[in-house]
C-alpha cells in the first residue's frame, strides 16, 4: 500500500514557474512508474508525464519542452517542475503510482495549479 501527498500548487503568472512534489509512504515505491495527472474543470482527465522505475519519461505533447519530471527513490518523492506555465495549464494536479502500462494503483489528493494574471 502506498499513500501519496502532493504539494507545491498555487497561482502563478504566466510565463512563470511552479514545482509540484509528491511524497510517499509505504512500500514498494520504488518499483513503480509514477505519473502526473491533471483535470481541468470540465476536462477529462489526462497524463502530463510520467517516469519509470528505470528513469525513461514521457510527456504529454503539450507540455514537453516546458515540464520536467524525476523522481528520488531514497526520498520516497516524485516532482514536476513546470516552466514557462499557460492559463491552459491550470488544472488541479495529481501524482499516481501503479504498474507501468496498467492504471495507476495508487492516487493523491490533488493539488490546484491557477495560471492567471
Known amino acids: 500500500q502506498v499513500q501519496l501527498v502532493e504539494s507545491g500548487g498555487g497561482l502563478v503568472q504566466p510565463g512563470g514557474s511552479l514545482r509540484l512534489s509528491c511524497a510517499a509512504s509505504?512500500?514498494?515505491?520504488?518499483?513503480?512508474?509514477l505519473g502526473w495527472y491533471r483535470q481541468a474543470p470540465q476536462k477529462q482527465r489526462e497524463l502530463v508525464a510520467q517516469i519509470r522505475n528505470g528513469g525513461s519519461t514521457n510527456y504529454a505533447d503539450s507540455v514537453k519542452g516546458r515540464f520536467t519530471i524525476s523522481r528520488d527513490n531514497a526520498k520516497n518523492s516524485v516532482y514536476l517542475q513546470m516552466n514557462s506555465l499557460e492559463p491552459e495549464d491550470t488544472a488541479v494536479y495529481y501524482c499516481a503510482a501503479g504498474y507501468f502500462g496498467l492504471p495507476p494503483r495508487y492516487w493523491g489528493q490533488g493539488t490546484q495549479v491557477t495560471v492567471s494574471s
Open positions: 509505504g512500500s514498494g515505491f520504488s518499483i513503480y512508474a
